[in-house]
């Protein structure tokens, strides 16, 4: 079984500002890992993701997330950010086992401020 | 593109009501999902598919049933609508890969 944390429910940043928000998570199994995320009144989308490979992974609009297995984090960064990135980010794991059941964080909404 | 369409955006139904959520995919995806998005819980999965009628129950499926008679159709169901199922309901499908695409979501509001 998996399981997702995010260690902030709530990040307010001034824009250009450099942010992190952060994903621990626990798994038996290898896993795949993902950042979705949600502007308001919308579906999510996905930001980036890591399958295997480099651990540092790049996605859209500049965000990238790094993948430590022995801290067992998938941390997403980005080192400046915008008034339009005020949303409500999602960590997720999927265990490689097959099924491709995903398991999500509790969000954390990050609130750019000018 | 994918696209994920979900027949509403907004729904307001009385307790003791069934339901009906539809989502239709676009893309020929063997997977779908509903998830149930509340605050300060994230998203937690009621059921998924990776079939044609295929279902398998997810972590909260007390009150839900789901049904997929044709591979782009998975449609929710709540048998009997209480007030505790009011909540935004998220509709997924992926191809043989782990990564989803979403609908933009149901915001289902019993009374």
């Known amino acids: 079984a998996q399981s997702v944390t995010q260690l902030d429910s709530q990040v307010p940043v001034f824009e250009e500002a450099p942010v992190e928000l952060r994903c621990n998570y626990s798994s038996s199994v290898s896993v795949y890992l993902f950042w979705y995320v949600q502007y308001p009144n919308q579906g999510l989308q996905l930001l980036l993701k890591?399958?295997?490979?480099?651990?540092l992974v790049k996605g859209i609009n500049g965000f990238e997330a790094e993948f430590n297995k022995s801290q067992t984090s998938f941390h997403l960064r980005k080192p400046s950010v915008h008034i339009s990135d005020t949303a409500e980010y999602f960590c997720?794991?999927?265990?490689?086992?097959?099924?491709?059941?995903?398991?999500f964080g509790a969000g954390t909404r990050l609130f750019v401020k000018a | 593109d994918v696209k994920v369409t979900q027949s509403s955006r907004y729904l307001v139904k009385r307790t003791g009501e069934k339901v009906f959520l539809e989502c239709v995919q676009d893309m020929d995806h063997e997977n779908m999902f509903w998830y149930r998005q509340d605050p300060g819980l994230g998203l937690r999965l009621i059921y998924f598919?990776?079939?044609?009628?295929?279902?398998e129950k997810g972590d909260i499926p007390e009150g839900y049933s789901v049904s997929r008679e044709k591979k782009e159709r998975f449609s929710l169901i709540l048998e009997s609508a209480s007030t505790n199922q009011t909540s935004m309901y998220l509709c997924a499908s992926s191809l043989n890969r782990p990564e989803a695409f979403f609908g933009q979501g149901t915001r289902l509001t019993v009374v």
């Open positions: 890591y399958l295997s490979g480099s651990t």
């Open positions: 598919s990776y079939d044609v009628k295929m279902k």
């Open positions: 997720a794991v999927t265990g490689n086992t097959g099924g491709f059941k995903t398991i």
